[in-house]
Structure formats: C-alpha cells, structure tokens
C-alpha cells in the first residue's frame, strides 16, 4: 500500500460559538492549528429546538391533511 496518498491525521483545536475549545483529530490545516465554527451544536436550530415553521406554499399539506383527516 502507497503510504503517500493518505492525508495527515492530526490533532487540531475547535473553538465552538460560545467560546469553549477542544481537541479532536483530523485532516484539515496542520497540527496545532485552530478552526473557529460558526455554527455547532449550541447555536444551531436544529439541535437547539429553534422555532421551525412549516410552510404550505402549493396547499400539499391542506390537501394531505384533508385526504387523510379520518384515517386514524
């Protein structure tokens, strides 16, 4: 096996929105350098419970709810 087509597996430093920081391994930058997320699990709607709107733009989810209102 060709041991110069794999990338570098090395330890990196995350700093989450809120400020805290941690180590993880990885293939990006080289070792030590530090990634700023702009978007992780403290902020993110979709591990937050943010506010998420269901939107019936064709009247698909009136017409589904009408064809299956008496099914259960």
């Not at 992780?40 to 733009?57: N, Y």
């Amino acid at each position: 096996m060709k041991s110069d087509i794999h990338p570098d597996y090395h330890i990196i430093n995350v700093v989450m929105t809120d400020g805290t920081t941690f180590q993880t391994k990885s293939t990006w930058g080289k070792e030590g350098d530090t990634i700023n997320l702009d978007i992780d699990p403290t902020s993110h709607p979709a591990w937050t419970g943010g506010d998420q709107k269901l939107m019936d733009r064709g009247g698909r989810v009136s017409r589904f709810k009408d064809k299956f209102a008496g099914f259960v």
